[in-house]
């Protein structure tokens, strides 16, 4: 079964600076997707960014980038210029594509970011 | 912009009664999820749901949970017999095919005392 670990419960990081929040995965397979989900307090489950595993380049969404590591089965989020609005729960979360292609996502427990003002 | 619409956003209920979360997926979208979250802990994945059958459950998912796409348009959960721990907030999710993201609904609270 995959795993999703993000190893940092929590962050903090001045308004306008940048943060990295990490997460590592385990699976023995080799096509995949990686997604990153914000959740702010309102508990809205919204998707921040996407990375197909057979893609090498990183995605990036405006001031969201990734850096995906498939040897390393890391894959991690930088978010730069902070903003107050970007406080939230984050969550990596990965889905297999398999045959079927129903797979559900499989999510870490969450880095709560905290911005500075 | 198209999404993910449930009801309601809360739901209180007795323990042992039988609950119904409505969901409205996306219009053509094909692959729906129900996702759980207890108060604290991480999203996980319940059941996914394609071509009208259950593609896909978790453990959790158990005797006691159901769903049902009866109309072509809603997405159902059903508990039979709610318990104390099935307290959580669910979120309905859809996606139109196999190599597109998950949009997910604004989820239920769900409260059994």
């Known amino acids: 079964a995959q795993t999703v670990t993000q190893s940092q419960p929590e962050m903090s990081v001045q308004e306008a600076e940048t943060v990295t929040l990490s997460c590592t995965y385990d699976?023995?397979?080799?096509?995949?997707?990686l997604f990153w989900y914000k959740q702010p307090p309102s508990r809205q489950m919204i998707l921040v960014i996407r990375?197909?595993?057979?893609?090498?380049q990183n995605a990036t969404e405006n001031r969201f980038s990734v850096n995906f590591q498939k040897a390393a089965k890391s894959f991690s989020l930088k978010i730069s210029d902070s903003q107050l609005g970007d406080a939230a729960m984050y969550f990596c979360?990965?889905?297999?594509?398999?045959?079927?292609?129903?797979?559900?996502?499989?999510f870490g427990k969450g880095t709560h970011l905290i911005i500075q003002p | 912009e198209p999404e993910v619409t449930q009801t309601p956003s809360h739901q209180v209920t007795q323990m042992g009664q039988e609950v119904i979360l409505r969901c409205v997926p996306i219009s053509n979208h094909l692959y729906f999820y129900w996702y759980r979250q207890i108060l604290g802990q991480k999203v996980e994945f319940l059941v996914s749901f394609y071509n009208n059958e259950i593609s896909e459950k978790s453990e959790i998912f158990d005797d006691q949970f159901s769903v049902e796409r009866p109309d072509g348009s809603n997405f159902t959960l059903k508990i039979r017999s709610t318990k104390l721990e099935d307290s959580a907030m669910y979120f309905c999710?859809?996606?139109?095919?196999?190599?597109?993201?998950?949009?997910f609904g604004q989820g239920t609270r769900l409260t059994v005392v």
């Open positions: 979360a990965y889905r297999g594509y398999s045959g079927g292609g129903a797979d559900g996502l499989t």
């Open positions: 699976t023995s397979e080799s096509d995949y997707y």
């Open positions: 999710a859809s996606r139109v095919d196999r190599g597109t993201e998950a949009f």
């Open positions: 990375q197909e595993a057979y893609k090498q």
